[in-house]
């Protein structure tokens, strides 16, 4: 009898939502059914997310492992400044990547920064530069997290236009960026043959 099925006086009862105990037999066999087919998913997921967060570690300890052995025996340093790693077997079909990506957030300096680029915009007749306003409009959009489009706001420090106000503008996007963290990836690939296209081997499920 599985852990979720508790037997009182030789009948058997499940557990509602409410924490109140069901008898079994008063429960629909369509119900049953899906309240098995979960728990049973769900245990292989927890082992399987074990086995990732162990794998994971190991990959780690490995990857540093190897830098220190290469350093200190060879006097070879691998690696980028930032810790970026690409590592490729003798063949050339195999590839493990470490990269490290920036966290970054906005501080109060990208409200002075819209309050100027919407003053720019207001100057400007509404026919010209239709794909600057299009590009502000999207760059400066909060999304269901609250946060903003930051691939956007990058694409808004490359636009080059000969106004005072908005290059301030972005002057003060560029000290509004905050580094406040890092987050690193580890990423696997494989090819047939040397010449041929890279493929990823996907471990997340998402992607899988």
Same mark, same amino acid.
């Given at each position: 009898?599985?852990?979720? !099925?508790? %037997?009182? *006086?030789? @009948?058997?009862?499940?557990?509602? *939502? ?11 066999? #369509?119900?049953?059914? !899906? ?7 769900? /245990?292989? #997921? ?48 195999? @590839? ?22 919407? %003053? ?6 509404? %026919?010209?530069?239709?794909? !600057? ?5 999207? /760059? ?28 301030? #503008? ?12 890092? @987050? ?15 493929? #990823?081997?996907?471990?997340?499920? *998402?992607?899988?």
């Amino acid at each position: 009898m599985s852990d979720q !099925i508790l %037997e009182i *006086a030789g @009948k058997a009862y499940r557990r509602d *939502a409410r924490g109140a105990l069901v008898p079994e037999e008063t429960i629909k066999p #369509a119900d049953i059914l !899906i309240d098995d087919a979960v728990r049973s998913i769900h /245990a292989y #997921a927890r082992d399987l997310s074990a086995q990732i967060a162990r794998f994971r570690g190991h990959t780690y300890d490995d990857l540093g492992a190897l830098q220190s052995l290469l350093a200190e025996k060879y006097g070879a340093r691998v690696g980028g400044q930032k810790g970026n790693l690409t590592l490729t077997t003798f063949d050339g079909l195999k @590839k493990v990547q470490l990269q490290f990506q920036d966290q970054i957030e906005f501080g109060p300096e990208l409200q002075a920064a819209k309050a100027l680029v919407d %003053e720019c915009l207001r100057e400007w007749s509404a %026919e010209s530069r239709s794909e !600057i306003r299009a590009l502000v409009s999207r /760059a400066f959009q909060v999304d269901k997290e609250g946060k903003i489009n930051r691939s956007e706001i990058f694409m808004l420090l490359r636009v080059e236009i000969d106004d005072a106000r908005w290059q301030s #503008a972005m002057n003060a996007v560029r000290d509004s960026i905050r580094v406040i963290g890092s @987050k690193s990836y580890v990423r696997f690939y494989e090819r047939h043959t040397p010449d041929g296209g890279w493929r #990823a081997i996907t471990i997340d499920l *998402a992607s899988a």
